[in-house]
């Protein structure tokens, strides 16, 4: 069995996390759950064999807090995605609204990539350098 690491976020309006990441990004949305109170309980996108989790921002049993990054003033951890064209998709996330923390831009090591923060401040890596590739 291979392992698999899959981010799990959580948005104060998950709904249009949801639809920003499949219209803009690219990602699949295989399965979005809601809960009694109608907020997503569990979302599942995918991504050319990649996956994200989303739900709504809620206190639980594993302790998150109801605060989006923006709100809490900085940002501790952020998801890189491998992609294939990076400059296409540098202009759907750039016509978006998305704030760009970091141009498109060549890499040393062979990668095409940018940052960019969403409208809850997470902040979205997307190159072109797979670390797995053959």
Known sequence: ?????????RYRDVDTAIDWLTEVVGFTAEMVMEDEDGLVSHAELT????????GSLRDDALGSLQITP???GGVTQSTYIVIR?????????SA??????????????????FSCRDFEGHVWNFGTYDPFAP
């Open 47 to 54: 991504l050319d064999g990649g996956m994200l989790m989303l």
């Open 1 to 9: 069995m291979v392992s698999r690491i899959i981010p799990t976020l």
């Open 96 to 113: 978006s609204g998305a704030e760009i923390v970091l141009p498109l831009r060549d890499e040393p090591y062979g990668s095409r990539e």
């Open 85 to 93: 064209d990076a400059d296409a998709l540098f202009q759907r996330i």
């Open 70 to 72: 923006d709100e809490a």
